[in-house]
T-cell receptor, first 113, second 118 residues
Framework: GAGVSQSPRYKVAKRGQDVALRCDPI?????LFWYQQALGQGPEFLTY????????KSGLPSDRFFAERPEGSVSTLKIQRTQQEDSAVYLC???????????FGPGTRLTVT | AQKVTQAQTEISVVEKEDVTLDCVYE???????LFWYKQPPSGELVFLIR??????QNEISGRYSWNFQKSTSSFNFTITASQVVDSAVYFC???????????????FGKGTKLTVNP
């Protein structure tokens, strides 16, 4: 079956622009996670949804970051007024239920110039 | 607080050698999960194993084996008879907060880059 997909795969934004990153989880997966991976580092948690409810957004670095999952399926991570320090790979993961492994998408590489 | 330490930044071996990747974790929870993921040069994280805190049995899957020791808070990963295709960055991760209805977020180590030379 299809895995987690993300789009776009690559995004170049000028500093100050807004960007929107999309995640299509595996069909039927209840839990959805966003992570940020800087070059040479491990992924770091941003936010978590269970169905359409955002249960944990403790990892969002600033109020410029916003995520939604309105119908409990596709999710969008939005970054407003991008800064150079936002340059990273943004990973989306989904899992079918609680206490289960997470399946990751290919990521979106964001470069802010 | 939760923390995962992978002290080996890079390891280089010759094909057919055995190699062990170390992982040490910190948590105050009694119920937690440990994971290993592989990130090949293509970039996509690939799930390898999940182990819960109540199951200290070692596990073997083909050339891969995992050694979980609660007494030393370690969850080490061994590849036997390494192959060039094993070259990747390997991440150890911890998930806790489940008993408190937490978010099951993964806390990752910094990763170990394994290079297997022919």
């Amino acid at each position: 079956g299809a895995g987690v997909s993300q789009s776009p795969r690559y995004k170049v934004a000028k500093r100050g622009q807004d960007v929107a990153l999309r995640c299509d989880p595996i069909s039927g997966h209840v839990s959805l996670f966003w992570y940020q991976q800087a070059l040479g580092q491990g992924p770091e948690f941003l936010t978590y949804f269970q169905n359409e409810a955002q249960l944990d957004k403790s990892g969002l670095p600033s109020d410029r970051f916003f995520a939604e999952r309105p119908e409990g399926s596709v999710s969008t991570l939005k970054i407003q007024r991008t800064q150079q320090e936002d340059s990273a790979v943004y990973l989306c993961a989904s899992s079918p239920t609680r206490n289960y492994e997470q399946y990751f998408g290919p990521g979106t590489r964001l470069t802010v110039t | 607080a939760q923390k995962v330490t992978q002290a080996q930044t890079e390891i280089s071996v010759v094909e057919k050698e055995d190699v062990t990747l170390d992982c040490v974790y910190e948590t105050r929870d009694t119920t937690y999960y440990l994971f290993w993921y592989k990130q090949p040069p293509s970039g996509e994280l690939v799930f390898l194993i999940r182990r819960n805190s109540f199951d200290e049995q070692n596990e073997i899957s083909g050339r891969y084996s995992w050694n979980f020791q609660k007494s030393t808070s370690s969850f080490n990963f061994t590849i036997t008879a390494s192959q060039v295709v094993d070259s990747a960055v390997y991440f150890c991760a911890l998930s806790e907060g489940i008993t408190q209805g937490g978010s099951e977020k993964l806390v990752f180590g910094k990763g170990t880059k394994l290079t297997v030379n022919p």
